[in-house]
């Protein structure tokens, strides 16, 4: 299935109001792209036919590894990108400015698998899992959420017992990005003192099952599907041994949302891009719509918010590579840049009119994926919870 959009030109160009490129290095100049021409070659002439057919090209995930998206800030000799935090943001950009589902494939690979192997793995473990997955040889997924606890993990159900030499694990993960197709899991469990630990769980190990998810209308070019445990053995040697508690999970989401933040404005961009494009030539009452105020107020719009979220990731990058980053201030960045995707994908889809709605152009995709990013890795209103516990010290959640 690689049926390619016909006689389509991705003519994508950055806006960039304020010379952030001028924040820039030149190796960071190089990345963007390089992984945009990828996208240009990989993803836009085929993404549409995916999303119509649901079909996740699993293809993509060897090709992610050879140019550099799992994992870019995990060390070379692990098999990461040796880089820092704005180069990973711009790869999220970049891959997202092509789809939402693309960005989660590669985030979740990087800042959910590889980056708690990293973290909290045994040598032995980061030896094992680590090239494979930076390569795309094996892809991962990472099982949290379940049936009945999302926003609030800590509740979790799935749980393991220590039976001498091995671990028995039960339970059941929902939602899971990848999952039907990796090959390896990292799932959140509770041992029996109730302390969540990291599991690396492989396909095969017998009582391991991965349904995949059905009727989604939102990033449909990515696989999800549960997780399900019932009596799996998990070597001992599966544990995650470096830290414990629901901080282990929440360290790795701060990770995968600094990209979302990143990937969020890559979508904003390419609607934008499109709706720019159109509205110079697009002819009604003898003239381009692009002359008309109204549509010149929302193209002015677009482009103010697209260059706060820009200036907001780039800050952010900058404190996360000098590890002073916190959660709330990811969250902020999170929450804003895909709040600003979603208007600004709604918007464009107007001044695109009816031609709008159809896959010839991109808004419509990126608007649905936006509906899942604004409420995976924490709802909207849970970032804005966050953001309200350290303004006032009180956590709001209970
Ligand atoms: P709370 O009492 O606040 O904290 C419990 C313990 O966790 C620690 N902690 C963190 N540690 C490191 N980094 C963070 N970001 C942390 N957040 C919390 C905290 O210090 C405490 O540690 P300790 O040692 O004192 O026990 O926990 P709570 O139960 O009240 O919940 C807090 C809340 C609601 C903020 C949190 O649970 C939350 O963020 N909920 C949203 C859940 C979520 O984001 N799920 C994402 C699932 S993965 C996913 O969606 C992948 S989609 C990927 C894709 O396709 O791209
Ligand atoms: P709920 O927690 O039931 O929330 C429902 C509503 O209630 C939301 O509006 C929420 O904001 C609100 N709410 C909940 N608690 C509060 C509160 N205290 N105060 C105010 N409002 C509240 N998870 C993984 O572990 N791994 C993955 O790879 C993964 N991939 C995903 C892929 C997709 C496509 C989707 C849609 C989800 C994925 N998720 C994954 C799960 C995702 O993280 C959860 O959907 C998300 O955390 C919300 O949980 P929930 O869906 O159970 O909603």
């Not at 070379?76 to 970049?94: K, V, W």
């Not at 993990?153 to 028995?168: A, Q, R």
């Not at 208007?343 to 889809?349: D, H, K, P, Q």
């Not at 107007?350 to 152009?361: A, F």
Request: with cysteine; aromatic share 8%; proline share 4%.
């Amino acid at each position: 299935m690689s049926e390619e959009k016909r006689n389509f030109v991705d003519e994508f160009e950055s806006p960039d109001h304020y010379h952030i490129d001028d924040l820039l290095t030149e190796e960071h100049k190089l990345i963007r792209s390089s992984v945009r021409d990828f996208v240009k070659k990989e993803i836009t002439p085929f993404i549409e036919g995916w999303a119509e057919k649901n079909h996740f090209p699993n293809e993509i995930v060897k090709k992610f590894g050879e140019v550099g998206a799992f994992g870019p800030t995990i060390p070379l000799e692990y098999g990461g990108g040796g880089l820092d935090y704005i180069s990973y943001g711009l790869i999220m950009q970049e891959i997202e400015r092509g789809d939402s589902g693309m960005r989660s494939t590669a985030s979740v690979q990087g800042s959910l698998v590889m980056y708690p192997i990293f973290a909290y793995g045994s040598e032995e473990q980061k030896q094992k899992y680590l090239p494979k997955l930076g390569s795309g040889e094996w892809l991962g997924c990472f099982g949290l959420t379940e049936p009945n606890h999302g926003s609030n993990p800590s509740g979790m159900e799935t749980h393991f017992e220590d039976k001498g030499n091995h671990y028995l694990l039960n339970g059941a993960k929902m939602w899971i990005s990848n999952s039907p197709q990796a090959d390896v899991a990292v799932v959140w469990a509770k041992n029996e003192e109730g302390r969540i630990h990291g599991l690396i769980v492989e396909r095969g190990m017998e009582g391991f099952t991965t349904p995949e998810t059905h009727g989604k209308w939102s990033l449909r070019a990515s696989c999800t599907g549960e997780l399900v445990f019932s009596d799996v053995k998990v070597p001992k040697e599966n544990l995650l041994p470096g830290k414990n508690g629901l901080g282990a999970p929440m360290g790795c989401l701060d990770k995968a949302r600094y990209g979302i933040a990143w990937g969020a404005v890559g979508a904003a961009m390419d609607c934008y891009d499109s709706a720019r494009r159109y509205a110079l030539e697009r002819i009604q009452f003898d003239k381009p719509i692009a002359s008309f105020q109204l549509v010149q107020k929302k193209l002015a719009e677009m482009l103010t918010e697209i260059t706060k979220a820009q200036l907001l990731n780039w800050k952010l990058g900058k404190m996360m590579d000098e590890g002073k980053a916190t959660t709330a201030q990811i969250s902020t960045a999170k929450r804003n840049a895909v709040e600003i995707a979603l208007n600004i994908a709604r918007e464009a889809r107007q001044i695109h009119g009816g031609m709008g709605i159809t896959g010839e152009y991109p808004m419509m995709r990126h608007m649905m994926n936006l509906e899942s990013v604004v409420t995976y890795e924490g709802t909207h209103d849970i970032h804005l919870l966050i953001l309200g516990a350290e303004i006032t010290g009180i956590p709001a959640f209970k």
